[in-house]
């Protein structure tokens, strides 16, 4: 079983749809979750990032955990054609020199 | 957000020469750099973890020899393909933080063509 499990995609929304990503994780030492945004071509952007369960809100993204089921999401709001892109989960095991361990990544496409 | 530059964003180079990669935090201390490389459609595999002043820690399978990582200081951490070959062709992407749990933050990727 893989450290971090994330949901294949690809996924495909009309425009001011809301979407929810998912994550889940096995290793119950991670304790950071981020989620990234990956345009084609180039480098992951730093989306959110949170430490404690629950739920943590900026703009129209909101991410949401919840360690006593290791399970992690991202909600978007009134999705908007330029949130077309990858989406990452990553987590950091403080324990294992703090590396990122990143889901595979689920590819989002929002139909104008 | 911290602001990680990456230097350059495509590189075409010949078989057999070698090619540097720089990332550079502008903004904040990088105490930790880490390099990956990523295929097309595929998730960040992580190549090397390097901390200032520190030799880089590979990751199983990543010939270090091949892909030569120096961190020098707290904001310049450079990764060099050497004797490249067509299989290199990939997409490299590094990554800075400045502490043990705190964010990273990406550069915007290098685009490696070995012809």
């Known amino acids: 079983q893989k450290e971090v499990e994330q949901d294949p995609g690809p996924l495909s929304v009309p425009e001011g749809a809301i979407v929810s990503l998912n994550c889940t994780y096995s290793?119950?030492?991670?304790?950071?979750f981020m989620w990234y945004r990956q345009y084609s071509r180039k480098g992951p952007e730093l989306l959110m990032y949170?430490?404690?369960?629950g739920n943590k809100e900026d703009g129209r993204f909101t991410a949401q955990v919840d360690k006593s089921s290791k399970y992690i999401s991202l909600f978007i709001r009134d999705s908007q054609p330029s949130d077309s892109a990858t989406y990452l989960c990553?987590?950091?095991?403080?324990?294992?020199?703090?590396?990122?361990?990143f889901g595979k990544g689920i590819t989002l496409s929002v139909r104008p | 957000g911290a602001v990680v530059s990456q230097h350059p964003s495509r590189v075409i180079c010949k078989s057999g020469t070698s090619v540097k990669i720089e990332c550079r935090s502008l903004?904040?201390?990088?105490?930790?750099m880490f390099w990956y490389r990523q295929f097309p459609k595929q998730s960040l595999m992580l190549m090397a973890t390097?901390?200032?002043?520190?030799?880089?820690?590979?990751e199983q399978g990543v010939e270090k020899d091949k892909f030569l990582i120096n961190h020098a200081s707290l904001t310049l951490s450079t990764l060099t393909v050497t004797s490249a070959h067509p299989e290199d062709s990939s997409f490299y992407i590094c990554?800075?933080?400045?502490?043990?749990?705190?964010?990273?933050?990406f550069g915007q990727g290098t685009r490696l063509t070995v012809v």
């Open positions: 990554s800075a933080r400045s502490g043990g749990a705190s964010r990273a933050f």
């Open positions: 290793n119950s030492a991670f304790q950071y």
């Open positions: 949170t430490y404690s369960s």
């Open positions: 990553a987590m950091i095991d403080t324990g294992a020199n703090s590396k990122l361990t």
């Open positions: 903004d904040f201390q990088a105490t930790t």
């Open positions: 390097s901390n200032e002043g520190s030799k880089a820690t590979y």
